[in-house]
Structures are given as C-alpha cells and as structure tokens.
C-alpha cells in the first residue's frame, strides 16, 4: 500500500492534510472524527490540528468559541503553540469578539 501524498487543498474533502503526516486521514475521515469522537478524543484531535495547522486552516475544523469553551482541555495538547492561541483568545475577549467563554 502507498503512502497518500500530504496536501495544502483542504478543500478536497479525499486530500491528507499536511498537518496530519503522523496521522494520515483524509479531511472527511478528521472532520467524521471530530463529529463523533468521545470529548476526551476530540480535544486530543482538536489539540492537534491547533498544534500543526497554519492558524488560518484550524477554523475549517472548529470555531474561536469552540476552542475558547474547552481551552482547558485543549491547552495540554498545545505545546509550544500555546501561548499562541492563549494570547489569540485573550485578544479576541478584550475585543469583545469572544463573549461569554
């Protein structure tokens, strides 16, 4: 069996996105796991596309507020890209594009 090549067209629902190259599912097969996995697997998922994903491609998966709400699940899975999203969230509150979460 060949490996599927990664690709930047998140679009092509069939494509391996490039952030999943340790974990080649197609973009139907994550966002079909996204939908249906238990909260503890789908933090990890989540986790992971915020880890590995440019962060314009992240939002194809989930929204601000999505992430915002489980960021105490999520941050563990971030790694150093952490204190990215944190401040990301954190200007976004000041802001007022994030209420409530």
Same mark, same amino acid.
């Given at each position: 069996m060949s490996a599927r090549p990664l690709s930047t067209n998140l679009d092509d629902e069939n494509a391996v996105p490039y952030f999943l190259w340790d974990d080649p599912l197609t973009v139907r097969e994550l966002k079909e796991l996204l939908a249906s996995a238990s909260e503890p697997e789908r933090n990890r998922w989540l986790g992971k596309i915020l880890r590995e994903a440019r962060d314009t491609d992240v939002w194809r998966f989930t929204t601000p507020e999505d992430v915002a709400a489980r960021w105490? #699940?999520? #941050?563990?899975?971030?790694g150093r890209r952490r204190a990215f999203w944190e401040y990301l969230l954190n200007a976004w509150r000041r802001q007022g594009l994030l209420r409530g979460v």
């Open positions: 105490n #699940a999520l #941050a563990p899975h971030l």
